[in-house]
């Protein structure tokens, strides 16, 4: 499988998939996936993070003439519950040509996601604390986020240091802005990530569908309805399942496994 990377995904996601499908990740080079869009936001991304993952992987199969890609994908933002915390989301496509299906493994939760403006030394230090420095790497600029002229994949306190003295000079105002690296290879929390994103698509690509064979049989949709356990009345929770197959059109509902009624807190009559 082709894995187009320069920031060493394949060590997350190699383990997860060798010894389970008997595949080997190559890891192809030759391409500066920059050109896709920077997390440090001088190159924006075009389009959404699914068109970015799914160009990166027909790349790799193109540089390599493989028939078999895979790719990763990250985005970061807030957390979608109550939007108080920093958040990632990470996709792993898989692209088959002689099979004519594509795979998408997916996961998500908390991330390290910091950043602030510091005027002198003991800011930058505490900062760099919280942000996990230095297993996790930090990005240095003068003045604000957006500034251009940047640091990147600083992992050792001399370098903090050298850069934080830099940025202050160049500053305007005195002020550096700090921030963490979302690159792979130097974020560990995300390449975590990323392996739960593969071994979210190794689990799909083990569930065939009971029609046709193919890989992917996987959940997509959702019916509400669960009846409230106090007065009976459907919820906006989830009753049932559709399982789907990308290849063919067969599709299969199953009620959920677990508790038969919905806590009244979720519902609109008893809680309205």
Do not use: Y
């Not at 082709?2 to 990740?25: D, N, S, W, Y």
């Not at 970015?52 to 992987?57: C, G, I, T």
């Not at 508790?259 to 807190?265: E, I, K, L, S, V």
């Amino acid at each position: 499988m082709a894995l187009l990377t320069q920031h060493g995904k394949e060590r997350a996601i190699a383990p997860v998939l060798e010894p389970a499908l008997g595949c080997r990740i190559e890891r192809v080079t030759g391409f500066d996936t920059d050109r896709l869009g920077t997390f440090t936001r001088e190159i924006p991304r075009a389009g959404t993070q699914i068109e970015a993952a799914h160009a990166k992987a027909r790349i790799g199969m193109e540089l390599s003439g493989l028939p078999l890609g895979l790719a990763s994908e990250g985005s970061f933002g807030p957390d979608p519950f109550a939007g108080l915390f920093p958040w990632n989301v990470e996709i792993l496509v898989f692209l088959d040509d002689a099979a004519g299906i594509e795979v998408t493994g997916l996961a998500q939760g908390r991330a390290l996601h910091t950043h602030r403006l510091a005027g002198d030394w003991a800011a930058a230090e505490a900062f760099a604390r919280a942000a996990g420095f230095p297993e996790h790497h930090l990005v240095v600029r003068p003045d604000g986020g957006d500034d251009a002229r940047i640091r990147k994949g600083i992992a050792s306190r001399e370098d903090f240091a050298a850069a934080f003295a830099w940025a202050r000079a160049e500053s305007a105002a005195g002020q550096v802005f700090l921030e963490n690296d979302f690159r792979a290879h130097a974020n560990p929390t995300r390449m975590a990530m990323i392996r739960l994103a593969a071994e979210d698509l190794l689990a799909k690509l083990r569930s065939p569908c009971p029609a046709c064979g193919a890989p992917g049989f996987w959940i997509v949709d959702r019916i509400p309805g669960l009846p409230c356990a106090e007065c009976g009345a459907p919820t906006r929770e989830t009753r049932a399942e559709v399982w789907g197959c990308l290849k063919c059109a067969h599709r299969v509902t199953r009620e959920c496994a677990g508790p038969r009624h919905a806590d009244p807190g979720r519902c609109d009559w008893c809680n309205p």
